[in-house]
């Protein structure tokens, strides 16, 4: 299929002023991120035209890409700097990630569903996101030999914010993770201050596919 680039960018911009400069997204390294991420090619072909629209969509095995604005509110809540390495939980279409490798040095994300990864790490590949690096687990326990990390990013909502993962931050950075029941959560804001002691900031309702794993749901 012949894609229509100059329709999309045009989508894209709308997204970007009527979505989420309008709702308060101002930090520019966000905004120049979600400008260029080129979302279309993060959801199947049937669904392209939808893909700047203001709702999640499906992109198989039961798993969502989240609404754009949920991206960029989480994304700005992490108050992330350029030389930044991002540990993010839930790799799922690649479309968080790529933001995030649009603002920081290196991004390692984790997925649990392999058909999903498979796909998405060709996407990767295809535009060219070198800064990404990819692993095929149970995110729920986070990557231990690349910690710590500067900020951690969870896309699946928790029934509780995992320890292991707050060990795995660095003192100063920053995480957030939707903690809640299976129908609706909290976007929890942690930051883990010079000395080690964690603040934690509630940013509000959201609702994510579930974050199955040790340290998670059960399946
Ligand atoms: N960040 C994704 C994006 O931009 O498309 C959104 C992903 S979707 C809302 C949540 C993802 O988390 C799903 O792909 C799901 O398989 C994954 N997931 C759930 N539990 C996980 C775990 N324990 N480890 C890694 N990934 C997990």
Not at 89 to 115: D, F, K, M, P
Request: proline content about 4%.
């Amino acid at each position: 299929m012949a894609i229509n680039t100059k329709k999309f960018e045009k989508l894209r911009d709308e997204m970007v002023t009527n979505q989420l400069e309008a709702r308060g997204i101002s930090d520019p390294f966000v905004l120049g991120a979600f400008r260029k991420v080129p979302r279309h090619l993060f959801v199947s072909e049937a669904l392209m035209d939808q893909a700047y629209s203001d709702f999640p969509l499906p992109i198989g095995e039961h798993q969502t890409i989240s609404q754009p604005f949920i991206v960029a509110e989480m994304t700005q809540a992490l108050d992330l700097k350029k030389d930044d390495r991002v540990l993010e939980i839930g790799t799922g279409s690649g479309y968080q990630a790529a933001i995030l490798a649009e603002i920081v040095y290196r991004v390692y994300t984790i997925e649990r569903i392999h058909s999903l990864l498979v796909k998405t790490r060709r996407l990767f590949d295809r535009l060219h996101y070198h800064n990404i690096v990819t692993k095929y687990s149970d995110g729920t326990t986070g990557w231990k030999q690349e910690s710590p990390f500067d900020a951690i990013i969870v896309t699946a909502g928790s029934p509780e914010v995992p320890q292991v993962l707050l060990n795995q931050l660095i003192n100063g950075g920053r995480m957030i993770i939707p903690v809640g029941n299976q129908y609706a959560q909290d976007l929890i804001k942690l930051h883990k201050d010079h000395r080690g002691a964690i603040h934690r900031t509630n940013l509000g309702g959201c609702r994510f596919v579930k974050l199955i794993g040790e340290q998670g749901w059960k399946e």
